[in-house]
Nanobody
Framework: QVQLVESGGGLVQPGGSLTLSCAASGFTNYYYTIGWFRQSPGKEREGISCIDISESTTEYADSVKGRFTISTDGTKNTVYLQMNNLKPEDTGLYYC?????????????????WGRGTQVTVSS
């Protein structure tokens, strides 16, 4: 069965960097998309970035373009989110999820399997 486990969250000062990891297991092929989402207090869950595991094509929300980079390792079993120049508004619970198809969507409703999240707090 598909499982996703996030790690790498923490407390960081504004302007700092963090790298989140999403360990993926239970997939039977590489024809799927992994997305990163975040949920901040009082706000709806929003899509941050996603990657087509087979094609390595990517998509980013405007709010993180130029600051965040999504990637996968050689085994394609882990997806990373490198976050640079972090801002207080980046604070939230970060989730990875999959839609089990090749669809670079940032809409949470289109994703079927979710991890439990990792907390990122940007504060001085």
């Amino acid at each position: 069965q598909v499982q996703l486990v996030e790690s790498g969250g923490g407390l960081v000062q504004p302007g700092g960097s963090l790298t989140l990891s999403c360990a993926a297991s239970g997939f039977t092929n590489y024809y799927y998309t992994i997305g990163w989402f975040r949920q901040s207090p009082g706000k709806e869950r929003e899509g941050i970035s996603c990657i087509d595991i087979s094609e390595s094509t990517t998509e980013y929300a405007d709010s993180v373009k130029g600051r965040f980079t999504i990637s996968t390792d050689g085994t394609k079993n882990t997806v990373y989110l490198q976050m640079n120049n972090l801002k207080p508004e980046d604070t939230g619970l970060y989730y990875c999820a999959t839609n089990l198809r090749q669809d670079l969507s940032l809409l949470p409703k289109e994703y079927d399997y979710w991890g439990r999240g990792t907390q990122v707090t940007v504060s001085s």
